[in-house]
């Protein structure tokens, strides 16, 4: 408000499946709001980072995709954010555009810029750790390269969920090494999917975004009804007193 200039927002979304689903709308959703109030949105379509896959939230190796698989993801996820945000006023990245340019050096100074020690301070390979379950040395490039992106577009504040927490802290790591200014960090809570656990594409129990009308209806009455009240608050423009007459 100060400078007057608007912010550049960020947020990352990888095509490791062809659909979003309602996950993605809480993110989208603020991001639209932000929109409107005349900051500058980059959507980073992460067709690099699907290659590795996120770790977030993960207790198990994920399969690797290849890049045929991510580009015959890509090509539905850009109009399918449109639901949402105005595309003719985003700023629409992939993050392919920087890391398929870059060698052999190049990636090795990106794995000097944290230890194994920061690595594993987080949550999820701590679990898995003390459960014995493997950890990929490619998943611990999954922050750099989240963090790197920001480096790149120059981001001013991250959203995503709160199970990216993580994460988006190494792109203010790594802004501050470029002598950038440190994004801020915005997390919203996660929905629940149709099983109780995290709405995922990987868990099969998502409710896609432009799903047709009677199969997302369906899909949403297998929802416990106890759920409802996160579902209100994150997915319609009502207000609490409304959603809790409801």
């Given at each position: 408000?100060?400078?007057?200039?608007?912010?550049?927002?960020?947020?990352?979304?990888?095509?490791?499946?062809?659909?979003?689903?309602?996950?993605?709308?809480?993110?989208?959703?603020?991001?639209?709001?932000?929109?409107?109030?005349?900051?500058?949105?980059?959507?980073?379509?992460?067709?690099?980072?699907?290659?590795?896959?996120?770790?977030?939230?993960?207790?198990?190796?994920?399969?690797?995709?290849?890049?045929?698989?991510?580009?015959?993801?890509?090509?539905?996820?850009?109009?399918?954010?449109?639901?949402?945000?105005?595309?003719?006023?985003?700023?629409?990245?992939?993050?392919?555009?920087?890391?398929?340019?870059?060698?052999?050096?190049?990636?090795?100074?990106?794995?000097?810029?944290?230890?194994?020690?920061?690595?594993?301070?987080?949550?999820?390979?701590?679990?898995?750790?003390?459960?014995?379950?493997?950890?990929?040395?490619?998943?611990?490039?999954?922050?750099?390269?989240?963090?790197?992106?920001?480096?790149?577009?120059?981001?001013?504040?991250?959203?995503?969920?709160?199970?990216?927490?993580?994460?988006?802290?190494?792109?203010?790591?790594?802004?501050?090494?470029?002598?950038?200014?440190?994004?801020?960090?915005?997390?919203?809570?996660?929905?629940?999917?149709?099983?109780?656990?995290?709405?995922?594409?990987s868990y099969g129990n998502a409710v896609g975004l432009t799903a047709p009308?009677?199969?997302?209806?369906?899909?949403?009455?297998?929802?416990?009804?106890?759920?409802?009240?996160?579902?209100?608050?994150?997915?319609?423009?009502?207000?609490?007193?409304?959603?809790?007459?409801?």
């Amino acid at each position: 408000l100060r400078t007057g200039v608007p912010l550049r927002i960020k947020f990352g979304m990888d095509p490791s499946s062809p659909d979003l689903h309602l996950g993605h709308a809480v993110q989208l959703r603020k991001l639209r709001d932000l929109q409107d109030l005349g900051h500058q949105i980059v959507l980073i379509v992460g067709d690099a980072t699907a290659m590795v896959g996120d770790p977030s939230g993960r207790n198990k190796l994920r399969p690797i995709l290849t890049r045929a698989d991510v580009d015959e993801n890509l090509k539905t996820y850009t109009s399918q954010a449109a639901r949402v945000l105005d595309l003719d006023k985003t700023e629409v990245r992939q993050n392919a555009e920087w890391f398929d340019r870059m060698n052999f050096e190049d990636l090795l100074k990106l794995t000097t810029r944290m230890t194994v020690a920061q690595m594993i301070e987080r949550d999820t390979f701590q679990t898995r750790m003390e459960a014995n379950e493997p950890i990929g040395i490619n998943e611990f490039l999954y922050p750099l390269m989240q963090g790197w992106d920001s480096v790149i577009v120059e981001s001013d504040l991250e959203l995503g969920g709160t199970d990216q927490l993580f994460n988006l802290l190494v792109g203010r790591r790594l802004q501050e090494q470029e002598n950038q200014r440190p994004q801020v960090v915005m997390t919203q809570p996660l929905i629940n999917g149709l099983d109780g656990r995290k709405m995922s594409k990987s868990y099969g129990n998502a409710v896609g975004l432009t799903a047709p009308a009677k199969e997302m209806t369906f899909r949403i009455m297998q929802v416990d009804d106890e759920v409802m009240p996160t579902w209100f608050l994150h997915l319609t423009r009502l207000s609490p007193e409304e959603i809790e007459e409801i």
